[in-house]
């Protein structure tokens, strides 16, 4: 079993910054697939960015440049670094994990974290 929990949520103004913090416990997916998605009301669920196994990232467009993914494998902490915040920014952020090794930027993920809420007011 593997528990994922978000944090570093929270009410910014447009420009600014946030560090997103998701802790994993219990059994161990540092190795596989983790990504960072964010989701709004009455809509999809979105990928924003993924590392894989080699450590190799990918990211949305809309976001790519001023989101930075990152990990700790031995803290097991997965990092996503938000500058430049825009309002159409303001969701609900999750972490999630998979034992999948490559091809991570999807949403097909086994292991999903609560949400952490971030909003972006202009």
């Known amino acids: 079993q593997v528990k994922l929990v978000e944090s570093g949520g929270g009410s910014v103004q447009a420009g600014g910054s946030l560090r997103l913090s998701c802790a994993a416990s219990?059994?161990?997916?540092?190795?596989?697939?983790m990504g960072w998605f964010r989701q709004v009301p009455g809509k999809e669920r979105e990928v924003l960015a993924t590392?894989?196994?080699?450590?190799?990232?990918n990211y949305r467009g809309s976001v790519k440049g001023r989101f930075t993914i990152s990990k700790d494998n031995a803290k097991r902490i997965l990092y996503l670094q938000i500058d430049s915040l825009k309002y159409e920014d303001t969701a609900m952020y999750y972490c999630?994990?998979?034992?999948?090794?490559?091809?991570?930027?999807?949403?097909?993920?086994?292991?999903w974290g609560q949400g952490t809420q971030v909003t972006v007011s202009s």
């Open positions: 219990g059994d161990s997916v540092s190795n596989g697939c």
């Open positions: 999630a994990a998979d034992r999948r090794r490559f091809y991570c930027f999807n949403t097909d993920y086994d292991y």
């Open positions: 590392i894989d196994s080699a450590g190799d990232t």
